[in-house]
């Protein structure tokens, strides 16, 4: 047994849990050197520490500033990431190796996996998610070592405290025989599942191979999705240190400079994470979309909403001195979320609510310690300093920028808290257990339509705000009389540039909405312009999509009006220039703008995708296929038999109706690592090993010979792909291959997973409803009789069938007599062959049919008759292989996909300039 590199693991786990417990109190204690003493003037708001003997300052980090704790913290920090990471090669070599003695490399990997999915095996189990999330937090604590500068200490020693606890989850330990401690990834197979009668009679029994990698995860977009989540959640933890920080060293305004940036870089990574997820669900799972309401999603999804409304609000505070309390306590919550979520995931509290979280693994105790933890230190500081927390009396105007930023962070506040509170009944439930309270409080039992009602109003509302809030932001509003306030920097009829503020840090870009305002002629930049483009615009689609849903006429006239006013926007700063005449503030300062005409993007693309999405597999026959299936199932699905073409979206024209498409199941497939496209599994047969399967003809792909006769192949077994031919009314063909994997490890161990057609104007989703049993044995109809000679066509089970030749056949045994005939069936587009053997061994005939289950045909070589040139055959039928199928045409889904990568690109163009903000006033050296 391989237990060198397990010590070696488990030894780096508690070096990594000492360290990071060491750094923290390490850079507690070095915080305070870091205080400054009160400044002889007004220095700049980051909080910069000016050169030593300014203001009565200490030295600044760098220059002796952490003192002989600040030193001793970066070294026990830079071992704590040493160890995590000697953590994450041990696991991964474990893996790589198959060393299955190991608990957690038998339960997740296997020996047919590819290095790309070994990967995914890192992170399936709890361990290794953990992992990943402590790995990134070393990676963002080692960048912070390097930029954070005078904030180091107080914010580093947030990062170490949360890198212990993180860490004690792997621990794996148990005291006083009762309380456990973390689960360890190196748990030895036989110390997790010691009652197994195996061991005790082989206490050194390994496996020869694994549990495997639950087949769903393989795929692509779980290699790349979960690290990406993953480092979103990590990312809420900076400002959340900022914050503590900034409470810790009583910089009550100065953590908002340096956390900003950190807060959009958050957001970036946490939604394009969640928007992963969604595509992998669309292309694997049969819920028919991309989001499902789902508890496990919903615990990301709030996350985010906050995480988006702290950066609005921190903003808000940085222009107008308003709301600083509100930004803390957003920060906080949203680092605090991403603990909920994590408990609600690992819990086992949503094992009935969720298809895929995570079950107990004994964990749930240390979780809510973890979680009540730092909501006390929070609580517990704010409490603290609350009344020393900057607050302003100044009212908003309805019609000033800030009012409506402030109005919009809170409707996405509100709107996470609508899908919070229901996700987490099943946690209330459990808390009134554990108290002796017997509660039966259900979650939405149609949960899609549920948070649907909600979240579209709230959809509504954030983008009519948001719209509203880019153009108050910019321009100067309307006043209450309806007139326009010029700004006092803008020259007669031109645009302003934008200008220094008083203190010569920011450029203060406000010039007015009115005449001459965009430089697009008298009156043209109005706000009755905005509104009136808005309207024609979305009037257009209204009756071009032929939106008839009252619901969705206000969200499709919002988001246009969002896409208007940020364009306006946009069009402003492309038209001017810096005060230095050199830089484009289309280049730093349209990040807002952009990012919000992503967002209205991808709510068209939501509400055209889910709300007219139209099921095309329609019954037509007017026969029910089965009934005891759903009156859903007959109505909305399409049967198709092998090789029989089935004709799909009947369309009226002048000339009458014709059928849009018409569909043939071609078969079954299958997919191997050693082969480009897909394996006919009619030419594959079975081995002992499930993995392995020989083929019975050349593999041949673009004019290269990849298999011959007989070659054994490795296969994907678990995965069946039915190829659907789509022929459209033009002639133009394409094909589609949904997928039914045999997975014990969901349900009940059939998942069908959808194939998708992509196209600028709509997707065609296509999956399998419904198969023949495969554990069912073929009922065969009464024998046919036929006698023929060489060359006769007869017709069995609707295929024509050509008596080709008859000849001596490979000899099974030590037979005298082996004849065999071969008979070709012709199907569409492909021809099939069928062999029975006549065998005479002495006195004795044995005779030998071969079938093809699939076309439904079995032949039996019944007798020869050499005198008349004739020979028996004898055929049965039985039904054809069928499935049953639905597809279903989502239009104009890909403005979702679009959208999310232009809100990605405007809230990445709005982090750098945030971050080139921040750095900039770091690096200043202001002399009182």
């Given amino acids: 047994m391989h237990t060198t590199i397990g010590y070696i693991g488990h030894l780096a786990v508690l070096t990594s849990f000492v360290m990071a417990a060491l750094s923290a109190f390490a850079y507690f204690k070095a915080s305070p050197l870091q205080a400054p003493l009160p400044p002889k003037g007004e220095f700049d708001e980051m909080g910069v520490t000016p050169p030593s003997g300014v203001g009565g300052l200490v030295p600044p980090l760098g220059a002796g500033g952490l003192g002989s704790w600040g030193t001793f913290a970066r070294l026990t920090f830079n071992l704590h990431a040493f160890a995590v990471f000697v953590v994450i090669a041990s696991l991964f070599f474990i893996i790589y190796q198959h060393y299955y003695e190991y608990h957690y490399a038998w339960s997740h990997s296997s020996n047919n996996l590819p290095v790309y999915y070994m990967i995914s095996c890192f992170w399936e189990g709890q361990e290794g998610s953990f992992l990943l999330w402590i790995f990134w937090h070393v990676c963002l604590g080692l960048v912070l070592m390097r930029t954070a500068k005078t904030w180091e200490a107080p914010v580093m020693a947030v990062f170490a405290a949360v890198q212990a606890f993180l860490t004690s989850m792997l621990l794996g330990i148990v005291l006083f025989g009762e309380l456990k401690i973390g689960s360890s990834p190196f748990l030895l197979l036989k110390e997790a599942m010691a009652d197994l009668p195996v061991f005790k009679l082989q206490p050194d029994f390994v496996p020869k191979d694994g549990n495997g990698l639950n087949p769903l995860l393989q795929n692509y977009w ?61 292309e694997t799972l049969n819920f028919g979309g991309y989001w499902n309401w789902d508890p496990v999603e919903n615990a990301v999804y709030v996350p985010w909403l906050l995480l988006v409304a702290t950066f609005h609000v921190i903003v808000n505070y940085q222009t107008n001195k308003t709301g600083l309390k509100a930004a803390m306590l957003l920060t906080i919550s949203t680092f605090l979320s991403i603990l ?10 949503l094992g009935n609510a969720s298809v895929h979280s995570f079950t107990d693994l004994g964990l749930s105790g240390q979780l809510l310690i973890y979680l009540f933890a730092f909501l006390g230190i929070a609580s517990l500081y704010l409490a603290i300093n609350w009344k020393q927390i900057p607050t302003t009396d100044k009212e908003l105007s309805v019609y000033s920028k800030e009012f409506w930023v402030f109005i919009g962070a809170t409707t996405l506040c509100l709107a996470g808290f609508q899908v919070l509170i229901p996700t987490s009944i099943p ?127 206000i969200l499709t006239t919002f988001s ?45 693309g939501i509400l055209f995708s889910a709300g007219y999405s139209t099921t095309i597999s329609q019954n037509t026959t007017g026969l029910l296929y089965n009934r005891e299936f759903t009156d859903e199932m007959n109505k909305e699905n399409l049967l198709l038999f092998r090789n029989q073409p089935q004709y799909m979206k009947a369309v009226r024209t002048d000339a009458g109706s014709k059928y849009e498409y018409t569909l043939t199941y071609k078969g079954l497939r299958v997919k191997s690592a050693d082969f480009p496209t897909y394996i006919d599994k009619d030419i594959l047969q079975e081995t002992a090993n499930p993995y392995r399967m020989t083929t019975t003809e050349d593999l041949v792909y673009k004019g290269k010979t990849y298999f011959t006769k007989g070659d054994t192949l490795q296969v994907y077994h678990e995965n069946t792909y039915y190829e659907i031919e789509y022929e459209k009314a033009n002639k133009e063909k394409f094909l589609l291959y949904p997928r039914i994997q045999m997975n014990d490890k969901m349900g009940n161990g059939v998942v069908p997973s959808p194939d998708v057609s992509m196209s600028w104007k709509s997707d065609l989703y296509t999956h399998i409803t419904n198969i023949p049993d495969p554990e069912k044995e073929k009922k065969w109809a009464n024998p046919e009789t036929y006698n023929l000679t060489v060359g006769d066509t007869f017709v069995i089970n609707d295929y024509i069938a050509i008596f080709e030749s008859m000849g001596a056949g490979n000899k099974v045994d030590d037979e005298d007599v082996n004849a065999t005939a071969t008979v070709r069936l012709l199907g569409n587009n492909k021809t099939f062959t069928l062999k029975p053997a006549y065998l005479i061994k002495g006195n004795m005939v044995r005779k030998i049919a071969d079938a093809n289950e699939s076309l439904g045909v079995k032949l039996t070589l019944e007798a020869i008759n050499p005198q ?61």
Avoid at 530 to 550: E, F, G, P, R, Y
Avoid at 876 to 889: G, S
């Fill in 427 to 553: 946690v209330y439930n459990a808390f009134l257990g554990f108290i002796g309270i017997k509660s039966n409080l259900a979650p939405p039992s149609d949960q899609i339509a549920f948070y649907t009602k909600f979240q579209l109003w709230f959809a509504v509302a954030v983008t009519a705000i948001s719209a509203t809030a880019q153009l108050f932001w910019w321009q100067a509003p309307p006043t209450p009389k309806g007139g326009v306030t010029p700004s006092p920097l803008t020259p007669k009829g031109g645009v302003a540039p934008p200008q220094p503020s008083p203190k010569g840090r920011e450029f203060d870009f406000t010039p007015p909405l009115g005449v001459g305002g965009l430089g697009m002629g008298a009156g043209l930049g109005s706000w009755a312009n905005v509104l009136t483009l808005t309207m024609l615009l979305s009037a257009a689609l209204i009756l071009v999509a032929k939106i008839h849903n009252w619901q969705y006429i």
């Fill in 340 to 349: 909920y979520a994590t408990f609600l995931t690992r819990s086992g509290v």
């Fill in 868 to 928: 008349e040139g004739k020979i028996t055959f004898i055929a049965q039928t039985t039904q054809k292989d069928w499935i049953i199928l639905k597809a279903v045409e989502f239009p104009l889904i890909g403005l979702l996909w679009i959208g999310t990568l232009i809100m990605a690109m405007g809230m990445t163009m709005a982090m750098w300039r945030r971050y080139m903000e921040a750095k900039e006033a770091e690096g200043k050296k202001v002399l009182g």
């Fill in 560 to 604: 246009v009006y969002a896409i208007v006013s940020n364009g306006f926007v946009l069009y402003r700063l492309a038209k001017s220039k810096a005060a230095n005449g050199k830089t484009n503030p289309i280049l730093n300062l349209s990040g807002g703008a952009v990012a919000h005409i992503g967002i209205a993007l991808m709510l068209l």
């Fill in 222 to 282: 779980m290699v790349i999705h979960p690290p990406t989540l993953f480092l979103g959640f990590a990312l809420t933890l900076v400002p959340f240190a900022y914050c503590i920080a900034g409470l810790q060293q009583k910089k009550y305004k100065e953590w908002t400079k340096p956390a900003l940036a950190w807060v959009l870089l958050g957001g970036v990574v946490l939604g394009v994470g969640i928007m992963m997820g969604a595509y992998w669900a669309y």
